[in-house]
Protein backbone atom coordinates (compact mmCIF):
# COMPACT_ATOMS: atom_id res chain seq x y z
CA UNK A 1 0.00 0.00 0.00
CA UNK A 2 1.54 3.02 -0.86
CA UNK A 3 1.55 5.37 2.00
CA UNK A 4 -0.21 9.14 2.32
CA UNK A 5 0.84 12.58 3.27
CA UNK A 6 -0.99 14.54 6.01
CA UNK A 7 -1.28 18.79 5.63
CA UNK A 8 -2.79 20.45 8.52
CA UNK A 9 -3.44 24.04 7.21
CA UNK A 10 -2.98 26.64 10.18
CA UNK A 11 -2.20 30.00 8.33
CA UNK A 12 -5.43 31.87 9.37
CA UNK A 13 -5.64 34.67 11.87
CA UNK A 14 -9.05 33.38 13.26
CA UNK A 15 -9.78 36.90 13.66
CA UNK A 16 -13.22 36.18 15.10
CA UNK A 17 -12.15 33.98 18.33
CA UNK A 18 -9.55 36.46 19.07
CA UNK A 19 -11.50 39.31 19.08
CA UNK A 20 -14.05 37.01 21.74
CA UNK A 21 -10.92 36.19 23.91
CA UNK A 22 -9.70 39.44 23.90
CA UNK A 23 -6.11 41.52 23.04
CA UNK A 24 -2.97 39.90 23.18
CA UNK A 25 -4.59 36.51 22.40
CA UNK A 26 -2.85 34.30 20.18
CA UNK A 27 -3.55 33.55 16.44
CA UNK A 28 -6.44 30.37 16.70
CA UNK A 29 -3.33 27.79 15.29
CA UNK A 30 -1.96 28.95 19.20
CA UNK A 31 -4.75 28.93 21.30
CA UNK A 32 -4.68 26.22 24.03
CA UNK A 33 -7.41 23.47 24.63
CA UNK A 34 -6.16 21.07 27.25
CA UNK A 35 -2.99 22.49 27.87
CA UNK A 36 -2.08 22.32 23.89
CA UNK A 37 -2.16 24.29 21.13
CA UNK A 38 -5.12 23.59 18.59
CA UNK A 39 -2.35 23.19 15.69
CA UNK A 40 -0.54 20.59 18.24
CA UNK A 41 -4.02 18.42 18.44
CA UNK A 42 -4.72 18.26 14.78
CA UNK A 43 -0.92 17.35 13.88
CA UNK A 44 -0.68 14.83 16.23
CA UNK A 45 -4.43 13.14 15.20
CA UNK A 46 -3.35 13.06 11.51
CA UNK A 47 -0.08 11.39 12.38
CA UNK A 48 -1.31 8.82 13.63
CA UNK A 49 -3.34 7.87 11.25
CA UNK A 50 -2.93 4.65 9.67
CA UNK A 51 -0.84 5.15 6.37
CA UNK A 52 -0.08 8.17 6.55
CA UNK A 53 3.60 8.65 6.92
CA UNK A 54 4.43 12.60 6.57
CA UNK A 55 2.48 15.59 7.74
CA UNK A 56 3.19 19.12 6.64
CA UNK A 57 2.19 21.92 8.19
CA UNK A 58 1.51 25.11 6.85
CA UNK A 59 1.76 27.78 9.35
CA UNK A 60 1.19 31.93 8.86
CA UNK A 61 4.46 33.31 6.79
CA UNK A 62 5.50 35.30 9.78
CA UNK A 63 5.66 32.61 11.90
CA UNK A 64 7.27 29.51 10.16
CA UNK A 65 11.00 30.93 11.61
CA UNK A 66 9.58 31.65 15.27
CA UNK A 67 7.72 28.41 15.40
CA UNK A 68 10.50 26.63 13.77
CA UNK A 69 13.04 27.50 16.32
CA UNK A 70 11.11 27.24 19.45
CA UNK A 71 9.76 24.78 22.07
CA UNK A 72 6.10 24.88 19.91
CA UNK A 73 8.15 23.64 16.98
CA UNK A 74 10.14 20.60 18.95
CA UNK A 75 6.49 19.75 20.16
CA UNK A 76 5.43 19.34 16.42
CA UNK A 77 8.09 17.51 15.35
CA UNK A 78 7.44 15.15 18.74
CA UNK A 79 3.96 15.18 17.49
CA UNK A 80 4.86 13.79 14.08
CA UNK A 81 4.83 16.92 12.07
CA UNK A 82 7.64 16.61 9.21
CA UNK A 83 8.02 20.03 7.74
CA UNK A 84 6.37 23.82 8.24
CA UNK A 85 5.89 25.44 5.14
CA UNK A 86 4.71 29.52 4.93
CA UNK A 87 1.02 29.66 3.84
CA UNK A 88 -0.66 31.79 1.37
CA UNK A 89 -2.93 34.72 1.06
CA UNK A 90 -6.24 32.49 0.75
CA UNK A 91 -7.39 28.97 2.42
CA UNK A 92 -6.81 27.60 -1.02
CA UNK A 93 -3.47 29.21 -1.28
CA UNK A 94 -2.23 27.65 1.82
CA UNK A 95 -3.36 24.41 0.88
CA UNK A 96 -1.87 24.35 -2.90
CA UNK A 97 1.74 24.97 -0.80
CA UNK A 98 1.26 22.72 1.34
CA UNK A 99 0.58 19.73 -0.31
CA UNK A 100 2.99 20.96 -3.09
CA UNK A 101 6.02 20.16 0.12
CA UNK A 102 4.49 17.21 0.06
CA UNK A 103 6.32 14.04 -1.21
CA UNK A 104 5.35 13.76 -5.00
CA UNK A 105 4.01 10.58 -6.81
CA UNK A 106 0.88 9.35 -8.98
CA UNK A 107 -0.10 6.77 -6.44
CA UNK A 108 0.23 9.36 -3.38
CA UNK A 109 -2.71 10.50 -1.73
CA UNK A 110 -3.03 13.92 0.93
CA UNK A 111 -5.11 14.21 3.69
CA UNK A 112 -5.98 17.44 4.18
CA UNK A 113 -6.95 18.75 7.86
CA UNK A 114 -7.82 22.34 9.62
CA UNK A 115 -5.75 22.88 12.80
CA UNK A 116 -9.23 24.55 14.25
CA UNK A 117 -10.62 20.70 14.25
CA UNK A 118 -8.46 19.69 17.47
CA UNK A 119 -10.91 16.43 17.92
CA UNK A 120 -10.14 14.39 14.68
CA UNK A 121 -10.14 10.41 15.95
CA UNK A 122 -7.28 9.02 13.40
CA UNK A 123 -9.76 5.79 12.95
CA UNK A 124 -12.04 8.17 11.14
CA UNK A 125 -9.34 9.86 9.42
CA UNK A 126 -8.34 6.40 7.76
CA UNK A 127 -11.50 5.39 6.97
CA UNK A 128 -11.69 8.43 5.34
CA UNK A 129 -8.31 7.51 3.47
CA UNK A 130 -9.48 4.05 2.86
CA UNK A 131 -12.99 5.17 0.76
CA UNK A 132 -10.46 7.96 -1.41
CA UNK A 133 -8.00 5.25 -2.52
CA UNK A 134 -11.88 3.20 -3.71
CA UNK A 135 -12.99 6.03 -5.60
CA UNK A 136 -10.76 9.15 -5.48
CA UNK A 137 -11.48 11.61 -3.42
CA UNK A 138 -13.06 11.61 0.52
CA UNK A 139 -14.26 13.95 2.64
CA UNK A 140 -15.18 13.54 6.30
CA UNK A 141 -18.56 14.66 7.20
CA UNK A 142 -21.55 15.14 9.15
CA UNK A 143 -25.30 14.81 8.37
CA UNK A 144 -27.71 16.94 8.51
CA UNK A 145 -30.62 16.63 11.45
CA UNK A 146 -32.35 19.83 11.52
CA UNK A 147 -34.78 20.97 8.70
CA UNK A 148 -33.09 23.33 6.25
CA UNK A 149 -34.43 26.33 4.47
CA UNK A 150 -33.25 27.94 1.39
CA UNK A 151 -33.79 32.04 1.41
CA UNK A 152 -33.78 35.02 -0.63
CA UNK A 153 -32.18 38.34 -0.09
CA UNK A 154 -34.68 39.31 1.80
CA UNK A 155 -34.98 36.61 4.26
CA UNK A 156 -38.22 34.62 2.67
CA UNK A 157 -38.44 31.20 2.72
CA UNK A 158 -38.71 29.78 -0.83
CA UNK A 159 -37.84 26.15 -0.64
CA UNK A 160 -37.16 23.38 2.00
CA UNK A 161 -34.38 21.14 1.42
CA UNK A 162 -34.61 17.45 1.33
CA UNK A 163 -32.22 16.59 4.66
CA UNK A 164 -31.43 13.14 3.17
CA UNK A 165 -29.32 14.63 0.57
CA UNK A 166 -27.45 17.25 2.75
CA UNK A 167 -24.21 17.06 5.24
CA UNK A 168 -21.86 19.13 6.17
CA UNK A 169 -18.30 18.85 5.46
CA UNK A 170 -15.98 18.41 7.81
CA UNK A 171 -11.89 17.68 7.67
CA UNK A 172 -9.66 15.71 6.41
CA UNK A 173 -10.42 15.88 2.61
CA UNK A 174 -8.74 13.18 0.89
CA UNK A 175 -7.92 12.85 -2.75
CA UNK A 176 -4.80 11.73 -4.88
CA UNK A 177 -2.14 14.49 -4.55
CA UNK A 178 -1.66 15.61 -8.54
CA UNK A 179 -5.59 15.32 -8.87
CA UNK A 180 -5.68 17.93 -6.26
CA UNK A 181 -2.85 20.07 -7.23
CA UNK A 182 -4.49 20.22 -10.79
CA UNK A 183 -7.83 21.05 -9.05
CA UNK A 184 -6.59 24.00 -7.55
CA UNK A 185 -4.41 25.51 -10.05
CA UNK A 186 -7.51 25.34 -12.24
CA UNK A 187 -9.84 27.32 -9.96
CA UNK A 188 -7.11 30.06 -8.92
CA UNK A 189 -9.57 32.72 -9.89
CA UNK A 190 -12.63 31.40 -7.80
CA UNK A 191 -12.67 31.56 -4.50
CA UNK A 192 -13.32 27.49 -3.13
CA UNK A 193 -14.63 27.35 0.36
CA UNK A 194 -12.66 23.41 0.47
CA UNK A 195 -10.57 20.82 -1.53
CA UNK A 196 -13.84 18.47 -2.14
CA UNK A 197 -15.27 21.60 -4.23
CA UNK A 198 -12.25 22.01 -6.11
CA UNK A 199 -12.15 18.74 -7.06
CA UNK A 200 -16.19 18.85 -8.20
CA UNK A 201 -15.61 22.25 -10.39
CA UNK A 202 -12.86 19.19 -12.47
CA UNK A 203 -16.01 17.00 -12.62
CA UNK A 204 -13.97 14.32 -10.16
CA UNK A 205 -15.93 11.79 -8.27
CA UNK A 206 -15.68 12.82 -4.07
CA UNK A 207 -17.73 10.98 -1.75
CA UNK A 208 -18.54 11.47 2.09
CA UNK A 209 -17.67 9.51 5.00
CA UNK A 210 -19.58 9.94 7.94
CA UNK A 211 -17.40 10.48 10.90
CA UNK A 212 -18.07 8.47 13.75
CA UNK A 213 -16.56 10.74 16.84
CA UNK A 214 -16.87 14.65 17.41
CA UNK A 215 -14.76 16.71 15.26
CA UNK A 216 -16.56 19.97 15.16
CA UNK A 217 -14.17 23.20 13.87
CA UNK A 218 -13.23 25.62 16.90
CA UNK A 219 -14.51 29.02 15.55
CA UNK A 220 -15.46 30.82 18.52
CA UNK A 221 -14.58 30.81 22.71
CA UNK A 222 -17.63 28.34 23.22
CA UNK A 223 -16.14 26.10 21.04
CA UNK A 224 -13.58 25.76 22.99
CA UNK A 225 -15.09 24.78 26.04
CA UNK A 226 -17.74 22.44 24.36
CA UNK A 227 -14.54 20.41 22.60
CA UNK A 228 -12.60 20.43 26.38
CA UNK A 229 -15.01 17.49 27.99
CA UNK A 230 -14.60 15.51 25.08
CA UNK A 231 -10.92 15.71 25.14
CA UNK A 232 -11.24 14.53 28.86
CA UNK A 233 -13.59 11.98 28.13
CA UNK A 234 -10.81 10.21 25.46
CA UNK A 235 -8.35 10.30 28.22
CA UNK A 236 -10.72 9.03 30.60
CA UNK A 237 -10.53 6.22 28.66
CA UNK A 238 -7.13 5.94 27.94
CA UNK A 239 -6.88 8.34 24.61
CA UNK A 240 -3.34 9.57 23.46
CA UNK A 241 -1.97 12.41 24.57
CA UNK A 242 -0.14 14.66 22.63
CA UNK A 243 3.66 15.63 23.53
CA UNK A 244 3.44 18.94 26.27
CA UNK A 245 4.37 21.99 24.84
CA UNK A 246 5.39 24.96 27.03
CA UNK A 247 2.73 27.32 28.40
CA UNK A 248 4.93 29.92 29.50
CA UNK A 249 2.66 32.96 27.27
CA UNK A 250 5.02 33.35 24.71
CA UNK A 251 6.10 30.28 22.63
CA UNK A 252 3.01 29.57 21.59
CA UNK A 253 2.20 33.32 20.51
CA UNK A 254 5.35 34.24 17.37
CA UNK A 255 5.15 37.55 18.37
CA UNK A 256 5.13 37.61 21.56
CA UNK A 257 8.83 35.56 21.34
CA UNK A 258 10.10 38.15 18.96
CA UNK A 259 8.84 40.44 21.74
CA UNK A 260 11.00 38.71 23.91
CA UNK A 261 14.03 38.19 21.42
CA UNK A 262 14.34 42.23 20.91
CA UNK A 263 14.22 42.58 24.83
CA UNK A 264 17.13 40.24 24.60
CA UNK A 265 18.69 41.90 21.85
CA UNK A 266 18.31 45.72 23.42
CA UNK A 267 16.00 48.40 22.38
CA UNK A 268 19.02 50.86 22.06
CA UNK A 269 21.20 48.86 19.32
CA UNK A 270 19.01 50.53 16.72
CA UNK A 271 16.69 48.91 13.98
CA UNK A 272 19.81 47.51 11.65
CA UNK A 273 21.60 45.84 14.72
CA UNK A 274 18.56 44.57 16.17
CA UNK A 275 17.53 43.20 13.35
CA UNK A 276 21.57 41.25 12.55
CA UNK A 277 21.24 39.97 16.00
CA UNK A 278 18.15 38.75 15.76
CA UNK A 279 18.44 36.67 12.60
CA UNK A 280 16.04 34.93 10.36
CA UNK A 281 13.30 35.26 12.65
CA UNK A 282 13.04 38.92 13.16
CA UNK A 283 13.66 39.70 9.47
CA UNK A 284 10.08 37.83 8.58
CA UNK A 285 8.65 40.81 10.61
CA UNK A 286 10.61 43.63 9.45
CA UNK A 287 7.83 44.64 7.22
CA UNK A 288 5.79 45.27 10.36
CA UNK A 289 8.47 47.17 12.53
CA UNK A 290 8.67 49.34 9.60
CA UNK A 291 5.15 50.42 9.45
CA UNK A 292 5.59 51.25 12.91
CA UNK A 293 8.61 53.20 12.66
CA UNK A 294 6.51 55.05 10.37
CA UNK A 295 5.07 56.81 12.84
CA UNK A 296 5.57 59.71 14.90
CA UNK A 297 6.70 57.82 17.60
CA UNK A 298 9.81 56.25 15.46
CA UNK A 299 11.84 53.40 16.52
CA UNK A 300 10.37 53.34 20.55
CA UNK A 301 6.73 53.09 18.54
CA UNK A 302 7.65 50.74 16.57
CA UNK A 303 9.21 48.44 19.78
CA UNK A 304 6.69 49.17 21.97
CA UNK A 305 3.91 47.76 19.79
CA UNK A 306 6.16 44.20 20.35
CA UNK A 307 6.12 44.89 23.73
CA UNK A 308 6.06 47.74 25.27
CA UNK A 309 9.52 48.81 24.79
CA UNK A 310 10.63 52.57 24.50
CA UNK A 311 13.84 54.05 22.77
CA UNK A 312 16.16 56.04 25.30
CA UNK A 313 16.67 59.40 24.61
CA UNK A 314 20.04 59.40 23.47
CA UNK A 315 19.45 56.45 20.85
CA UNK A 316 19.65 58.01 17.21
CA UNK A 317 16.27 58.38 14.92
CA UNK A 318 15.96 55.56 13.03
CA UNK A 319 16.46 56.50 9.15
CA UNK A 320 13.47 57.18 6.97
CA UNK A 321 11.08 53.96 6.05
CA UNK A 322 11.22 53.16 2.45
CA UNK A 323 8.60 54.38 0.19
CA UNK A 324 6.32 51.21 0.44
CA UNK A 325 5.62 51.22 4.00
CA UNK A 326 2.20 53.44 4.58
CA UNK A 327 2.01 56.18 7.10
CA UNK A 328 0.38 56.26 10.43
CA UNK A 329 -3.28 57.05 10.78
CA UNK A 330 -6.78 56.75 8.69
CA UNK A 331 -6.23 56.49 5.48
CA UNK A 332 -8.98 57.02 2.31
CA UNK A 333 -9.46 55.78 -0.90
CA UNK A 334 -12.14 56.25 -3.96
CA UNK A 335 -12.86 53.27 -5.95
CA UNK A 336 -15.34 53.50 -9.47
CA UNK A 337 -16.22 50.90 -12.27
CA UNK A 338 -19.01 50.85 -14.77
CA UNK A 339 -20.01 47.88 -16.87
CA UNK A 340 -22.21 47.70 -20.14
CA UNK A 341 -26.07 45.56 -19.21
CA UNK A 342 -26.16 42.86 -21.60
CA UNK A 343 -28.69 39.84 -21.83
CA UNK A 344 -27.96 36.62 -21.32
CA UNK A 345 -25.76 37.62 -17.94
CA UNK A 346 -26.60 37.30 -14.69
CA UNK A 347 -26.57 40.70 -12.28
CA UNK A 348 -24.44 40.63 -9.78
CA UNK A 349 -23.59 43.55 -6.89
CA UNK A 350 -22.10 43.54 -3.68
CA UNK A 351 -21.50 39.97 -3.71
CA UNK A 352 -25.64 39.44 -4.05
CA UNK A 353 -27.17 38.38 -7.39
CA UNK A 354 -30.06 40.83 -8.10
CA UNK A 355 -33.15 38.85 -9.95
CA UNK A 356 -33.55 40.55 -13.09
CA UNK A 357 -33.60 39.35 -17.07
CA UNK A 358 -30.31 41.33 -17.85
CA UNK A 359 -26.62 41.16 -15.91
CA UNK A 360 -23.32 42.96 -16.80
CA UNK A 361 -20.79 42.25 -19.34
CA UNK A 362 -17.28 42.03 -17.96
CA UNK A 363 -14.12 39.58 -18.23
CA UNK A 364 -14.65 38.33 -14.59
CA UNK A 365 -18.52 38.09 -12.99
CA UNK A 366 -18.57 41.88 -13.91
CA UNK A 367 -20.05 43.10 -9.79
CA UNK A 368 -19.68 46.66 -10.04
CA UNK A 369 -19.28 47.39 -6.36
CA UNK A 370 -16.94 44.67 -5.88
CA UNK A 371 -14.97 46.10 -8.39
CA UNK A 372 -15.16 49.74 -6.90
CA UNK A 373 -14.64 49.01 -3.33
CA UNK A 374 -11.57 46.77 -4.71
CA UNK A 375 -10.46 49.72 -6.07
CA UNK A 376 -11.27 51.99 -3.22
CA UNK A 377 -9.35 49.85 -0.87
CA UNK A 378 -5.85 49.54 -3.24
CA UNK A 379 -6.00 53.34 -3.78
CA UNK A 380 -6.18 54.02 0.10
CA UNK A 381 -3.59 51.25 0.71
CA UNK A 382 -1.30 53.08 -1.74
CA UNK A 383 -1.43 49.50 -3.55
CA UNK A 384 -2.35 50.21 -7.38
CA UNK A 385 -5.24 49.54 -9.06
CA UNK A 386 -7.96 46.89 -9.64
CA UNK A 387 -6.77 46.62 -13.31
CA UNK A 388 -3.09 45.92 -12.65
CA UNK A 389 -3.91 43.49 -9.76
CA UNK A 390 -6.83 41.63 -11.61
CA UNK A 391 -6.12 42.44 -15.53
CA UNK A 392 -8.65 41.59 -17.92
CA UNK A 393 -6.09 40.59 -20.37
CA UNK A 394 -5.26 37.31 -18.36
CA UNK A 395 -7.23 34.26 -18.49
CA UNK A 396 -7.10 33.13 -15.09
CA UNK A 397 -9.63 35.79 -14.29
CA UNK A 398 -11.71 34.71 -17.12
CA UNK A 399 -15.26 34.48 -15.20
CA UNK A 400 -13.77 34.98 -11.87
CA UNK A 401 -15.96 35.40 -8.48
CA UNK A 402 -15.68 38.65 -7.38
CA UNK A 403 -15.60 38.28 -4.23
CA UNK A 404 -12.40 35.92 -4.12
CA UNK A 405 -10.70 38.97 -5.76
CA UNK A 406 -11.63 41.37 -2.73
CA UNK A 407 -10.33 38.55 -0.70
CA UNK A 408 -7.09 38.77 -2.35
CA UNK A 409 -7.18 42.78 -2.39
CA UNK A 410 -7.89 42.56 1.49
CA UNK A 411 -5.19 40.78 2.38
CA UNK A 412 -2.72 42.31 0.43
CA UNK A 413 -3.63 45.75 2.33
CA UNK A 414 -3.51 43.48 5.59
CA UNK A 415 -0.17 42.78 5.10
CA UNK A 416 0.68 46.36 4.81
CA UNK A 417 -0.50 46.73 8.30
CA UNK A 418 -3.82 48.50 7.93
CA UNK A 419 -7.60 47.72 8.29
CA UNK A 420 -10.74 48.70 6.73
CA UNK A 421 -13.08 50.56 9.55
CA UNK A 422 -15.63 52.07 6.98
CA UNK A 423 -17.15 51.84 3.26
CA UNK A 424 -19.65 54.16 1.75
CA UNK A 425 -20.57 53.15 -1.75
CA UNK A 426 -23.13 53.99 -4.16
CA UNK A 427 -24.59 51.86 -7.26
CA UNK A 428 -25.72 53.69 -9.79
CA UNK A 429 -28.60 52.01 -12.25
CA UNK A 430 -32.04 52.85 -13.86
CA UNK A 431 -33.32 49.30 -13.50
CA UNK A 432 -33.25 47.03 -11.79
CA UNK A 433 -34.74 49.09 -8.65
CA UNK A 434 -32.15 48.29 -6.02
CA UNK A 435 -33.83 49.66 -3.34
CA UNK A 436 -35.42 46.37 -1.59
CA UNK A 437 -31.86 44.70 -2.28
CA UNK A 438 -29.66 46.82 -0.47
CA UNK A 439 -29.96 45.29 2.80
CA UNK A 440 -28.41 42.13 1.39
CA UNK A 441 -25.78 43.79 -0.38
CA UNK A 442 -24.48 45.63 2.82
CA UNK A 443 -24.68 42.25 4.90
CA UNK A 444 -22.71 40.66 2.49
CA UNK A 445 -20.35 43.44 1.75
CA UNK A 446 -19.76 43.32 5.17
CA UNK A 447 -19.07 40.42 5.65
CA UNK A 448 -16.71 40.16 3.05
CA UNK A 449 -14.40 42.56 5.04
CA UNK A 450 -14.63 41.48 8.26
CA UNK A 451 -16.58 44.81 9.01
CA UNK A 452 -20.27 44.86 11.07
CA UNK A 453 -22.93 46.10 9.27
CA UNK A 454 -23.03 49.78 10.95
CA UNK A 455 -19.37 50.76 9.11
CA UNK A 456 -21.02 49.27 5.72
CA UNK A 457 -23.61 52.14 3.80
CA UNK A 458 -25.01 50.96 0.81
CA UNK A 459 -26.82 54.06 -1.85
CA UNK A 460 -28.98 53.11 -4.89
CA UNK A 461 -29.09 56.09 -7.47
CA UNK A 462 -30.92 56.65 -11.04
CA UNK A 463 -29.68 58.50 -13.71
CA UNK A 464 -31.92 60.68 -14.42
CA UNK A 465 -32.41 59.47 -17.73
CA UNK A 466 -28.81 61.16 -18.31
CA UNK A 467 -26.04 59.54 -20.42
CA UNK A 468 -25.52 55.43 -20.42
CA UNK A 469 -26.67 54.86 -16.77
CA UNK A 470 -29.80 56.94 -16.93
CA UNK A 471 -30.69 55.20 -20.41
CA UNK A 472 -30.15 51.89 -18.78
CA UNK A 473 -27.29 50.63 -20.97
CA UNK A 474 -25.02 50.53 -18.10
CA UNK A 475 -24.80 50.47 -14.05
CA UNK A 476 -21.85 52.44 -12.33
CA UNK A 477 -20.65 52.26 -8.72
CA UNK A 478 -18.48 54.09 -6.61
CA UNK A 479 -16.95 53.76 -3.02
CA UNK A 480 -14.68 54.90 -0.47
CA UNK A 481 -13.21 53.32 1.83
CA UNK A 482 -11.38 54.33 5.39
CA UNK A 483 -8.45 52.23 6.11
CA UNK A 484 -7.23 52.44 9.65
CA UNK A 485 -3.82 50.95 11.29
CA UNK A 486 -4.40 47.16 12.10
CA UNK A 487 -4.59 45.79 15.53
CA UNK A 488 -1.23 44.51 16.54
Request: glycine share 18%.
Given at each position: MFGASGVVVAAGLGVRLAAELGPGSPRKAYVRLAGRPLVLWATFALARTEGVDEVVVVLHPDDVALVEGGSLGRALREAGATAFVPGGVRRQDSVELGVQATRPGSDRFVLVHDAARPLLDPDDAARALARAREVGASVLAERVRDTVKRVDAEGRVTETLPRSELWLAQTPQVSRRDALLEALAHGKAVEVTDEAMALERLGRAVVVVEALSPNFKVTTAPDLERAAPVLAARQAEGGALPPEAPDDG????????????????????????????????????????????????????????????????????PAAPPPSAPPAGPRSGIGTDVHRVVAGRPLVLGGVTIPWDKGLDGHSDADALLHAVIDALLGAAGLGDIGELFPDTDPAFKGADSAALLAQALARVRARGLAPAHVDAIVHAERPKLAPHKPAIRRRLAALLGLPEAAVNVKAKTGEGLDAVGEGRAIAATAIVTLVPAPS
Open positions: EDDDPIAALRARLRAAGASAGLGEAMDELGGAARALLGRLQSEVAGPGGLGAALAALGGLTRPSSAPE
